[in-house]
């Protein structure tokens, strides 16, 4: 499974916003090398005042000294978790997706070895935990979320595990690595079976005459 997932990523040409000048952050989707590989996650904490008890993956805004936004996802991680960046096989980038608060967000994906002895920065989380990637592969989402952005909906698949709930933007970058890093029939713009749950009408941060949607990469449009 990880060999595939070496692959297909190293074929990958993600779609790249470098043209749009706004704040830049990146995260890191570390996929954990077990038998049954699993991807981790985090959960920030209640008393934050934004994104409170939201599930993420490791990752925050680029800082001066970073020298790329791959050494932020490896910084953030390490911050968050106590992620060693020497630990981390870096497989590839996903397209660049923006945040609802303007932010241009790159996601990087890396393997890492089973069982670190990762912790959670009680400043900024309060959990860390792995789903096995069988569970995203299987399709086993609660519901879909319709989000409609200027005007074209995006069916974005909720899933709860465990008491979690991983949703939004970290599920939308979940689906470009399950369909480019995996191969699997999956698409933020066909109406999949199941239960849907309707949000109200978003706009975009990117100028309309780039024909693109907020928080969706170019890769995922079919």
């Given amino acids: 499974m990880l060999e595939n997932l070496r692959k297909n990523l190293q074929q990958l040409t993600p779609q790249r916003l470098d043209q749009f000048t706004m704040q830049e952050a990146a995260v890191l989707l570390p996929v954990v090398d077990r038998p049954s590989p699993?991807?981790?996650?985090t959960r920030r904490a209640s008393h934050l005042t934004t994104h409170s008890g939201q599930v993420a993956f490791p990752g925050g805004k680029r800082e001066p000294e970073d020298k790329d936004l791959y050494a932020t996802a490896l910084r953030e991680a390490q911050e968050e978790i106590a992620l060693d960046p020497a630990l981390v096989e870096p497989l590839g980038r996903l397209s660049d997706v923006i945040s609802l608060h303007g932010l241009r967000?790159?996601?990087?994906?890396?393997?890492?070895?089973?069982?670190?002895?990762l912790v959670a920065d009680p400043g900024e989380l309060d959990a860390i935990f792995e789903v096995p990637l069988s569970h995203f592969l299987e399709d086993r989402r609660t519901h879909t979320d319709v989000i409609p952005v200027d005007?074209?909906?995006?069916?974005?698949p909720c899933y709860h595990v465990d008491g979690y709930i991983i949703w939004g933007l970290s599920a939308m970058m979940l689906v470009e690595l399950l369909a480019e890093g995996f191969g699997m029939s999956i698409d933020l713009y066909q109406q999949p079976p199941g239960a849907l749950r309707h949000y109200p009408e978003r706009k975009s941060r990117l100028p309309q005459s780039t024909g693109l949607h907020s928080d969706t990469p170019k890769s995922m449009r079919k």
Avoid: N, Q, R
């Fill in 105 to 117: 967000v790159t996601p990087w994906v890396g393997i890492i070895p089973p069982d670190l002895p």
């Fill in 151 to 156: 005007g074209v909906p995006h069916y974005v």
């Fill in 38 to 41: 699993t991807l981790l996650f």
